[in-house]
């Protein structure tokens, strides 16, 4: 079976802080990609960064970077200079080469101004 | 529209009622996923279109539920005989192709069911 775990319910970091929210994942897919997604109130999902198994390099959008550690089966997302408007629930997830996303339960991130 | 969009927002319904709930995906996108999210929980996959067919309807939890795409574009997911238990958020996504996350999935607003 295709998991995706995420052991922190909730999270808190200060404005302008530096957090790291983790996942991990399990499947026998060799190739596939990587997702975080944040769900503010509006629940709306929104694409935060993606990652491609095979690419060693870890992916960077802004504020946001990955952690990918492929053989331990690792994901975190890396949030630097933390402000007001990160705060919300972000999931991990990969449709592990098919077309169905497989979600973590989610962290819930607060901002502490 | 410029994202995809779900009617109706919030949904109340009495048990054992029939409901759609509506998607309108991104103009040109093929791909189509319904995803259900319960409170605290992330999504989980429902079913899956490419055009106008099903192509993955397994995670359709029984058959009091059913989804359409007959033009390949807006999708109706229909709940028979509802149960308190179908209480949820109901998100639409599309993406161009699909393929596995090579294309963006964007997601709407979703559609909030309660059954009382």
């Known amino acids: 079976a295709q998991t995706v775990t995420q052991s922190q319910p909730e999270m808190s970091v200060q404005e302008a802080e530096t957090v790291t929210l983790s996942c991990t994942y399990d499947?026998?897919?060799?190739?596939?990609?990587l997702f975080w997604y944040k769900q503010p109130p509006s629940r709306q999902m929104i694409l935060v960064i993606r990652?491609?198994?095979?690419?060693?390099q870890n992916a960077t959008e802004n504020r946001f970077s990955v952690n990918f550690q492929k053989a331990a089966k690792s994901f975190s997302l890396k949030i630097s200079d933390s402000q007001l408007g990160d705060a919300a629930m972000y999931f991990c997830?990969?449709?592990?080469?098919?077309?169905?996303?497989?979600f973590g339960t989610g962290t819930r991130l607060t901002i502490i101004p | 529209g410029a994202g995809v969009s779900q009617t109706p927002s919030n949904k109340v319904t009495e048990k054992g009622k029939y409901v759609e709930l509506r998607c309108d995906p991104i103009?040109?996108?093929?791909?189509l996923y319904w995803y259900r999210q319960s409170l605290g929980q992330g999504p989980e996959f429902l079913i899956y279109?490419?055009?106008?067919?099903?192509?993955?309807d397994s995670g359709l939890p029984n058959d009091r539920f059913f989804a359409v795409r007959p033009e390949g574009s807006v999708s109706t997911l229909k709940i028979q005989r509802t149960e308190r238990g179908d209480s949820a958020v109901y998100l639409c996504?599309?993406?161009?192709?699909?393929?596995?996350?090579?294309?963006?999935?964007?997601f709407g607003q979703g559609t909030r069911l309660t059954v009382v």
């Open positions: 996504a599309s993406s161009f192709t699909g393929g596995a996350g090579v294309t963006e999935a964007f």
């Open positions: 499947t026998s897919e060799s190739d596939y990609y």
């Open positions: 990652q491609e198994a095979y690419k060693q």
């Open positions: 997830a990969s449709p592990f080469g098919n077309e169905k996303l497989t």
């Open positions: 103009s040109g996108h093929t791909a």
């Open positions: 279109f490419q055009g106008t067919g099903a192509a993955d």
